[in-house]
C-alpha cells in the first residue's frame, strides 16, 4: 500500500481520518465478533419458514403438482405453486436491458412468473413453496410435494442450443436466441481486416462460476394488513432498485414496498435481482398474515444463484506489419442460462463493446453476440460482468499475435498503448478516456514484477522439474454510467450525522470511506457519522452498487451535499454570527467570520438548532439535506497485473508463485479497502483461472453442486499478492475517484491465463483456456506430446 | 436442522451401544459425525436412529502393545496427529494424517470413523492396508479382529456387519528396516485425494522385500499394486519403469468429474516413483 501525499493535511484529523488515509472498518469489531445482522439474523415475532421445491429435471412439461399430502402435514401452513401466484395476478420478474437485435427488433423476454405453470427449465428451479410453523416441517413437507414432470430433452452447451434440431426452452426463441447482438461497422472492419499485414484468430472460453457468496441468500417477507404494505428483509445490492423490481412484479404502488437491509455477506453481482424465491414469500406473508422467512441453504445456492461469465468467442485482431492494432473483431456466444437474468445478457454484448478494446489504440471493433438460452441456472452479472471477459479477450489475442509476428509481448503492447499526450480520448465504442498513464503503469508493473530477471527464476524453477510462466494482464474498465444518486445529510438529536446514500455494501465497507469524505469536506469527527443505505423508506433515490459505482457516485453525492450544508450553515451562521453571509467562511469544521475570531462550529449550530432558534423566514431552520446527484460518468480504471506460475508437468499441477499489479485508481478514498478489493478480485480471478469448474452432464444435472466438487480458491492457493497505485485522478467527479471493485478480476484472468500459456508453449500449446485444473493441463501437455510425435 | 428427522441415543458403555444397534433395524454408529452428518444434512441418508459413541470411555487410547501401536476407534485425527507414538511407530499414518481435511474436521473426524466409512478416496483405509494392520471389532456375537486384507470389500463396503461397531486399529510398530512412503495428489490441500499412495516395505541391501504399494482414489477399495509389489520385490529400484508399467494391470480407475481414469493411472505412475525414490533414499 502507498499513501498518496496530501499537502492540504497539516489538520491532525484530516491526517489520520481525512480521503486517502488508510482507516480501518467501522464495522470490523461487529462483524468478527459475530455481532453482524444478516437477513437470517433478523427475527419476527410469529414468523413462519418457507422452503422451497425444486425442479429436478432440466427441462420438462408440468403436468401436475400435487400438494394435498404435503399440506396435510403437522405444522404446515400453505403450499403454493405458480398457479396460486397466478391466480393472485402478480406479475412476472423483469430484464430491464433494451437490447435489439441485428435486424432491429427487440430482444425476446419470455415472460417469467416467480413460479412457472408450463415448463420447468433448469434443475433447481422453484415450482412450489412450501410454508409452516418451522423449518424442519416445511422441509419434510417439501418432500412430500408431488411433482409430475413430464421429461424433455435439455441442451447444456451454447453453441449447441443455437441449431435447428436442438431442444427448444421458449416458443417465441427459435434456436433458442434471446438476442442476436451486433455492435460496430461491419464493411470498416472487414476493410481493415482485408489490408493487414497479419491476423490473429483465437477461439476463448471464458468459463462459467458458481459466485459463492458468503452468505446465502434469505429473505423474509411481512405484510401490515391495516396500510396494505409490504415489508422486504433481504441481502441485495441496493434497497431502491430492490424495491423498485418488486413493486413491478407485486403490481402495487411504490409506498406499498418497503426494502430492508442489513449486513449482507457477499454479492458479486448476483444479489441484485429480484428472485423468484422472494414472492412467495411475499404472498405468504399477505395470505397468512404472518412475516415469512426464507434462508438458501448451500446447495440451493449452487442452484439457484445467477451463475457468471460462460461466454465463447471467436476474437480475431488485424494487425499492420509493425504490429499495430487495425481492427478487432468478438464474434461468439453468451450463456444466459434458463431464463432471462435481470442484467443478462449485457456481459456478453455491451460490455464487451465497452471494455474489450482496454487501453490500446484500435481505430474499427465489431462484436457479435448471439446470447441463448440452455437448461442451466441463469447467468448474470458477476465481478466485472463482461469487463474481465473483454479484457481477457483481448489480452490473450495480443499475446498470440505477438508470438506469431515475432515481437516481444511488451513491445507490442507500447507500440499500441493510447499515450498520455492523446487524452481525452475517444475509444471505437463511444467512451471519453479522461486521464491516466497507462505506459507508466506498466513499466511500474514490470519493474515491480522484476520482469528482467525471469529467465533466471525459469532455469531455478527447471532445476526442480517445474516449468515457469509469466503473464501480463493490462487492463482497462468501463465503470457503470451516470446515473442518480442519494447523498443525504441528517443532523441527528443525539449529536450524530447520518449521510444517506443509495449505494450498498455487501462487504466492501462503505461507511468508512463514505465518513472520511465527510471528515474531509465538513470537518465531522469520524466517529460521528454513520451510514443510513439499507432502508428504502429513507432514499429518494438509489442506484445501488454495481459497475464499480460506488465509490466514484455516492462520494461526488456526498461532496455535492456537504456543499449544501455548508451553504445553508453560512446563512444560519450570519444569523447567530450577525454578519453579513458573504463574509462567513468555512474551514475544518467551523464558520467564521473573515478575518475575525468570531466562530461557530457546525456541529455546536446543529446543536443550537436543535434546541430551537428564532430565525427569520429567509434563513434555513435545518442543516439537514436530502440531496439527490445527477450521478457522475464512467471512470476508467486500469492496470497491468503480472503473474508468475509454475507447472508440474508431471500432474498438471498449476501453482501462482508470484503476483504483482500495479493499478490507476484515481483518488484512493481509503487506499486499505482498495488494497482488500484488489486482495479479493486476484483470488477470485485465481479461482476461476485455476480451479473453478462448474460441470453439468448431457440431462442437465449439476456435477459441481458443493464445494468437495467445485473448487473455490484456498488460502494456501494464493500467494502473497503485491499491491501498488500510480494514480491519475479521474477529472470528471469531484474527488477524482475511480471504481475498483471489479479490477482485481479484469487484470487476474488476463495475467494468469497468459502465464499458464507462456509456461505451456515449451509444448507447442498455442492456446489453453481456463479453467487450468491439473486434470486439464495435464491432457493438453499429453495431446501436444501426441502432436508433436505424429 | 437439515437432515430428515431420527431418533438419538448416546450409549454409556460399548454393550450399551450394542444393545442400542439392536433396537431399530437400520440404526448407526454416530462418531465424530463429519461424513455422516453431512449425508444425513444432504438427505442422501435417514437412518432412523443414532447411537452416538463419543461417551464411550476406553476407546480413545492410543497404545503400545508389543511391537505394535494400537489406536482407539475414538481416537481423532488431531489428537493423532499430536501423538508421539504415532510419530514415532506408526510414521506412515503420521504422514498420511495432515493430507485429511481441515483442523475443524480433524478435531471431531475420527480413526475408527474413517475406517469404518471407508471412503475409497481416504487416506487411513490404504495405510491401514500398507501396513498390514488388523482391525479390532465387538458385535451382537462378541469380538473379532479382522485383517486390513479382508476388512475391504466394496465401495463404502467393509466387514462391518450389521449391529458391530469398530473399537480399534492394530499396525505393526515401525523398526529399523521398515520403509514407508506417502503421497497424494488432490485439487487443493485438504481434498479428498485424486490419486494418493501409501506405501510399506522392508529394506534389504539396497532393495526393497514385503513391499505393500496401497493405491487410493483408484478404485472402490484402497487398491494393492500387487504386479507393480512383485516387480519391485524382485528387481529391485532398477525395476522402477518396470513396477510403473506392471501399474496397467494393477489399476483400473474409473473416469471422475475430476480426473479421467487414464490421467489417473498415470498419476499413480508419478506417485510410484517419487514414493519409490523417496523409500530408496528416506533420508534425501
Ligand atoms: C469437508 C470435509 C473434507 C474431508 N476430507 C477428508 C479427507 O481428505 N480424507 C479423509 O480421509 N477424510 C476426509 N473427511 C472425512 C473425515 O475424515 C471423517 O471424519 C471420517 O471419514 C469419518 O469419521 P467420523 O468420526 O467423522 O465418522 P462419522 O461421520 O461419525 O461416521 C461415518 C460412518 O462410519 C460409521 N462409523 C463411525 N465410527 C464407527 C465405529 N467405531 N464403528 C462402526 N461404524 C462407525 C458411521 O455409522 C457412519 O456410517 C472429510 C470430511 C469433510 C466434512
Known amino acids: 500500500m502507498n499513501i498518496a501525499v496530501r499537502d492540504d493535511l497539516n489538520d491532525p484529523a484530516l491526517q489520520k481520518f481525512g480521503v486517502g488515509q488508510p482507516v480501518a472498518r467501522s464495522e470490523d469489531p461487529k462483524l468478527v465478533r459475530g455481532e453482524g445482522c444478516y437477513t437470517d439474523d433478523v427475527s419476527r415475532p410469529g414468523q413462519v419458514y418457507a422452503v422451497m421445491v425444486r425442479s429436478r429435471h432440466a427441462h420438462g412439461i408440468i403436468r401436475n403438482i400435487d400438494t394435498s399430502a404435503a399440506r396435510a402435514m403437522p405444522g404446515v401452513l400453505a403450499v403454493y405453486t405458480g398457479a396460486d401466484l397466478q391466480a393472485a395476478g402478480y406479475g412476472t420478474l423483469k430484464n430491464i436491458l433494451p437490447l435489439k437485435n441485428r435486424d432491429g427488433t427487440p430482444m425476446r423476454k419470455p415472460p417469467r412468473p416467480a413460479l412457472p405453470t408450463d415448463k420447468v427449465r433448469c434443475v433447481g428451479e422453484p415450482v412450489a413453496a412450501v410454508i409452516a410453523e418451522t423449518l424442519n416441517q416445511a422441509k419434510d413437507a417439501a418432500e412430500a410435494v408431488v411433482v409430475d414432470i413430464e421429461p424433455l430433452p435439455a441442451v447444456i452447451a451454447m453453441e449447441e442450443a443455437d441449431t435447428p434440431d436442438a431442444p427448444q426452452l421458449y416458443e417465441e426463441a427459435p434456436r433458442n436466441i434471446a438476442v442476436d447482438f451486433h455492435y460496430g461497422d461491419s464493411e470498416k472492419v472487414a476493410a481493415a481486416f482485408a489490408q493487414a499485414a497479419h491476423v490473429t484468430r483465437l477461439r476463448m472460453v471464458n468459463s462459467r462460476v458458481v459466485v459463492s457468496a458468503m452468505e446465502p441468500r434469505a429473505c423474509i417477507a411481512e405484510y401490515d394488513a391495516a396500510t396494505g404494505r409490504f415489508t422486504l428483509h433481504v441481502g441485495c445490492q441496493g434497497v431502491f432498485g430492490m424495491k423498485n423490481q418488486l413493486v413491478d412484479v407485486l403490481g402495487v404502488p411504490p409506498d406499498k414496498v418497503r426494502v430492508l437491509t442489513g449486513n449482507v455477506g457477499g454479492s458479486f453481482g448476483m444479489k441484485a435481482a429480484a428472485y423468484p424465491e422472494y414472492i412467495p414469500c411475499l404472498h405468504a406473508a399477505r395470505e397468512l398474515g404472518r412475516p415469512v422467512r426464507w434462508t438458501a441453504d448451500r446447495s440451493e445456492s449452487f442452484l439457484s444463484d445467477h451463475h457468471g461469465r460462460d461466454q465463447v468467442f471467436d476474437c480475431e485482431l488485424a494487425l499492420d506489419k509493425d504490429g499495430r492494432f487495425l481492427a478487432w473483431r468478438a464474434t461468439g456466444y453468451a450463456n444466459v442460462g434458463a431464463h432471462l437474468g435481470n442484467v443478462a445478457p449485457l456481459m456478453g454484448t455491451l460490455n464487451i463493446v465497452k471494455n474489450m478494446n482496454s487501453l490500446y489504440r484500435t481505430p474499427a471493433i465489431e462484436v457479435s453476440t448471439k446470447a441463448v438460452f440452455t437448461n442451466t441456472v441463469l447467468v448474470s452479472a458477476y465481478r466485472g460482468a463482461g469487463r474481465p471477459e473483454g479484457n481477457y479477450f483481448m489480452e490473450r489475442l495480443i499475446d498470440v499475435a505477438a508470438a506469431e509476428m515475432g515481437i516481444d509481448r511488451v513491445e507490442i503492447r507500447r507500440r499500441n498503448m493510447i499515450q498520455p499526450s492523446e487524452i481525452p480520448y475517444t475509444s471505437p465504442s463511444g467512451s471519453v478516456y479522461d486521464s491516466g498513464d497507462f505506459p507508466g503503469v506498466l513499466d511500474r508493473a514490470l519493474k515491480a514484477a522484476d520482469w528482467d530477471g525471469f529467465e533466471q527464476r525459469k532455469k531455478e524453477s527447471a532445476k526442480r522439474g517445474k516449468l515457469r510462466g509469466r503473464g501480463l494482464g493490462c487492463f482497462l474498465e468501463v465503470t457503470a454510467p451516470a446515473s442518480k444518486e442519494m447523498g443525504g445529510i441528517r443532523f441527528e438529536p443525539d449529536g450524530t450525522v447520518t449521510f444517506i446514500t443509495g449505494t450498498l455494501d455487501y462487504g466492501q465497507g462503505h461507511a468508512t470511506p463514505f465518513a472520511q469524505v465527510l471528515v474531509d469536506k465538513l470537518g465531522i469527527p469520524l466517529d460521528r457519522i454513520r451510514l443510513v443505505q439499507g432502508d428504502s423508506d429513507q432514499l429518494l433515490v438509489g442506484g445501488g452498487t454495481g459497475g464499480s459505482r460506488s465509490g466514484q457516485n455516492s462520494s461526488a453525492a456526498a461532496v455535492e451535499a456537504a456543499e449544501k450544508v455548508i451553504e445553508k450553515g453560512k446563512l444560519i451562521a450570519s444569523h447567530l454570527l450577525e454578519a453579513s453571509a458573504a463574509d462567513i467562511e468555512f474551514a475544518r469544521g467551523r464558520f467564521v467570520i473573515s478575518g475575525t475570531d468570531r466562530s461557530i462550529g457546525l456541529l455546536e449550530l446543529a446543536e443550537k438548532l436543535r434546541g430551537g432558534m428564532n430565525l427569520p423566514p429567509d434563513v434555513p431552520s435545518t442543516l439537514d439535506v436530502s440531496h439527490v446527484s445527477e450521478g457522475v460518468p464512467s471512470t476508467y480504471p486500469n492496470g497491468c497485473h503480472i503473474a508468475e506460475v509454475e507447472i508440474d508437468p508431471e500432474t498438471g499441477v498449476v501453482e501462482v508463485v508470484r503476483y504483482v499489479t500495479v493499478n490507476d485508481f484515481g483518488t484512493l478514498l481509503n487506499p486499505m479497502l482498495v488494497d482488500g478489493q484488489l486482495h479479493g478480485g486476484v483470488v477470485q480471478g485465481i479461482g476461476q483461472t485455476l480451479g473453478e469448474m462448474t460441470t453439468y452432464d448431457a440431462d442437465g444435472q449439476l456435477l459441481t453442486g458443493s464445494y468437495m466438487d467445485y473448487a473455490l480458491p484456498r488460502a494456501s492457493t494464493v500467494p502473497n499478492i503485491e499491491v501498488l497505485y500510480h494514480p491519475v485522478p479521474a477529472t470528471t467527479n469531484p474527488l477524482g475517484v475511480k471504481g475498483c471493485g471489479e479490477a482485481g478480476c479484469a487484470g487476474a484472468l488476463t495475467s494468469m491465463m497468459n502465464a499458464i500459456n507462456d509456461a505451456l508453449a515449451e509444448f507447442g500449446i498455442r492456446h489453453f483456456d481456463m479453467p487450468a485444473t491439473p486434470q486439464r493441463v495435464w491432457q493438453a501437455i499429453q495431446e501436444a506430446k501426441r502432436k508433436k510425435a505424429a | ?284
Open chain 2, 1 to 284: 436442522m437439515k437432515p430428515a428427522a431420527f431418533a438419538y441415543a448416546k450409549a454409556r458403555s460399548l454393550d450399551h451401544a450394542i444393545e442400542l444397534l439392536g433396537t431399530r433395524e437400520g440404526a448407526r454408529v454416530l462418531a465424530g459425525g463429519q461424513s455422516l452428518i453431512a449425508a444425513l444434512n444432504m438427505r442422501l441418508d435417514a437412518p432412523p436412529l443414532l447411537v452416538d459413541i463419543n461417551g464411550v470411555s476406553g476407546l480413545d487410547r492410543i497404545e503400545r502393545p508389543d511391537g505394535q501401536v494400537e489406536i482407539g476407534a475414538l481416537v481423532r485425527h488431531a489428537q493423532a496427529l499430536g501423538s508421539q507414538v504415532v510419530a514415532r511407530d506408526a510414521p506412515l499414518i503420521a504422514r498420511a494424517l495432515p493430507h485429511i481435511a481441515h483442523p475443524a474436521i480433524r478435531n471431531r473426524g475420527t480413526v475408527g470413523g474413517s475406517i469404518a466409512y471407508a471412503d475409497p478416496a481416504a487416506e487411513l483405509p490404504a495405510c491401514l492396508l500398507a501396513l498390514a494392520g488388523e482391525v479390532d471389532i465387538t458385535g451382537p456375537a462378541g469380538r473379532r479382529t479382522v485383517k486390513a486384507d479382508d476388512f475391504f470389500l466394496g465401495l463404502f463396503e467393509t466387514a462391518l456387519g450389521p449391529g458391530e461397531i469398530l473399537t480399534a486399529i492394530r499396525v505393526p510398530a515401525a523398526t529399523p528396516q521398515m520403509r514407508c512412503g506417502f503421497a497424494e495428489l488432490a485439487r487443493r490441500h485438504g481434498d479428498y485425494a485424486l490419486v494418493g499412495l501409501a506405501a510399506c516395505a522392508r529394506a534389504d541391501g539396497a532393495g526393497l522385500r514385503d513391499s505393500r504399494f496401497v493405491f487410493f482414489g483408484v478404485g472402490a477399495t484402497p487398491v494393492r499394486a500387487r504386479k507393480a509389489e512383485a516387480v519391485l520385490d524382485a528387481r529391485g529400484f532398477d525395476g522402477l519403469d518396470e513396477a510403473v508399467a506392471a501399474l496397467a494391470d494393477d489399476l483400473h480407475p474409473e473416469d471422475d468429474i475430476h480426473a479421467s481414469g487414464k490421467a489417473k493411472r498415470h498419476l499413480a505412475g508419478v506417485l510410484l516413483r517419487r514414493v519409490v525414490r523417496e523409500m530408496q533414499d528416506p533420508w534425501a
